[in-house]
């Protein structure tokens, strides 16, 4: 089993920053690939960010290129998720995911509300 424990949201006004954290527990293999997803109300939920747990590799949705940064720590399984320059379509719940060998892992969100 993987546990994911999420912290960070808020409300932000417009342009503003927020950090999120997402650290996993429990039986983590390598590789694995650790990010951030999001759901807005009635829509579905959408990758926002990934890195593996091996070499460089992120991944970023359009929406967020050059405004959101993912980086990840490792030795403590955690990863973040620097949002900059906020906008109001960015209010999410937001998800940590980490996808490895067994299976799929979801936390269980933190809302992100940007104000106009």
């Known amino acids: 089993q993987v546990q994911l424990v999420e912290s960070g949201g808020g409300l932000v006004q417009a342009g503003g920053s927020l950090r999120l954290s997402c650290t996993a527990s429990?039986?983590?293999?390598?590789?694995?690939?650790m990010g951030w997803y999001r759901q807005a109300p009635g829509k579905e939920r959408e990758l926002v960010a990934t890195?593996?747990?091996?070499?460089?590799?992120?991944n970023y949705a359009d929406s967020v290129k050059g405004r959101f940064f993912i980086s990840r720590d490792r030795a403590r399984n955690t990863v973040y998720l620097q949002m900059n320059s906020l906008k109001p379509e960015d209010t999410a719940i937001y998800y940590c995911?980490?996808?490895?060998?067994?299976?799929?892992?979801w936390g269980q969100g933190t809302q992100v509300t940007v104000s106009s």
């Open positions: 995911s980490l996808r490895q060998i067994s299976g799929a892992y």
């Open positions: 429990g039986s983590i293999f390598n590789p694995n690939v």
């Open positions: 890195t593996a747990s091996v070499g460089t590799t992120t």
